[in-house]
């Protein structure tokens, strides 16, 4: 039976220390770090993370700004919106929610974020400090992995991991930062993807699977090893006839891991709040690195 990497708690934890740091700013006369968002149209699952983002920036003394734009805006009047956001000394970070409305260039918004303010860690340039192991944002959910791991004193030198996805914010960040310098880190990876042939093999050897694929169920049991560190990043909605019409579901089949698995993510309750905690975590670094 796995030991669960209880991402609620430790998410739970980080705010709490994020929140003590922020009443001591208050206190000294300062204000407090302000973080924005950008949410472009009507995608409900957008709405809904940019809400909870909201949600997190209030239980830790956050100021908040949600702008929202409609799918009409145009390419122009959006970098516009960043160029303030950007301008704006009281704002020490912002994100962009994606996915954008089809038409619109994702790199050349996210190329028009000053990179101190993106705390998402998108932009390029922060990319390229992260694999330059240089001080950097990391995207949220890896970031949110590499300290789960780190809390639970899961020791990642030398192990093998295989990392199932190389998606821009999960599979390769996380990729990267496992095969960093440190602990968590220093691990031997491998990167899995839709055009690896015979996946099982690969899993079947790792000591850590990190699975960011979106697709529900998709690690069984037979496919890893006894006592394997499994973490699952997986949060795809599924429509059922529950009073909220869907329920989350991860990359990992539960059932026939867990008994297997040495430690194991849950979903829900594991990557996700993880995710949303460094995000508070990055605002209050691009706070303090800045000092604006
Ligand atoms: N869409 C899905 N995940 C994310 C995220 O972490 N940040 C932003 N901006 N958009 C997302």
């Known amino acids: 039976m796995a030991q669960i990497l209880d991402g609620l708690k430790v998410s739970k934890d980080i705010k709490k220390e994020i929140k003590a740091e922020v009443e001591k700013i208050v206190a000294a006369g300062k204000r407090a770090p302000h973080l924005a968002a950008i949410l472009v149209g009507e995608n409900g699952a957008s709405k809904a993370y940019v809400n909870s983002k909201v949600k ?11 702008l929202r734009l409609p799918d009409t805006i145009s390419e122009e009047e959006l970098l516009n919106e960043i160029k303030k956001l950007n301008d704006d000394a009281t704002l020490d970070g912002f994100i962009v929610q994606l996915p954008l409305p089809k038409g619109m260039n994702q790199e050349k918004i996210i190329n028009a974020i000053d990179p101190t303010k ?4 998108f932009h390029p340039e922060n990319f390229g400090r992260m694999a330059l192991e240089m001080e950097a944002f990391l995207p949220a959910t890896p970031y949110g992995i590499m300290t789960l791991l780190e809390r639970y004193e899961i020791d990642t030198r030398g192990k093998h991991c295989v990392v199932i996805g190389r998606s821009r914010i999960v599979g390769r960040p996380m990729s990267i930062l496992m095969s960093s310098k440190g602990n968590p880190g220093d691990a031997t990876v491998t990167v899995v993807h839709s055009h690896t042939p015979n ?3 690969f ?6 699977i990190i699975v960011a694929l979106g697709a529900p169920k998709y690690l069984k049991g037979d496919m890893i090893k006894d006592g ?3 973490v699952d990043v997986g949060i795809t909605r599924v429509e059922d006839d529950g009073e909220k019409g869907y329920h989350l579901e991860g990359d990992v089949d539960y059932e026939s891991c867990e008994p297997k698995a040495g430690w194991i993510t849950p979903v829900p309750g594991g990557v996700g709040p993880m995710t949303r905690a460094m995000l508070m975590k990055n605002t209050l670094l691009a706070y303090k690195r800045y000092n604006r």
């Open 56 to 66: 997190d920036c209030k239980e830790v003394g956050f100021g908040s700004t949600l």
């Open 118 to 121: 993106d705390v998402d860690g």
């Open 199 to 201: 996946i099982e093999e």
């Open 203 to 208: 899993t079947r050897a790792a000591d850590i």
């Open 228 to 230: 394997a560190v499994i």
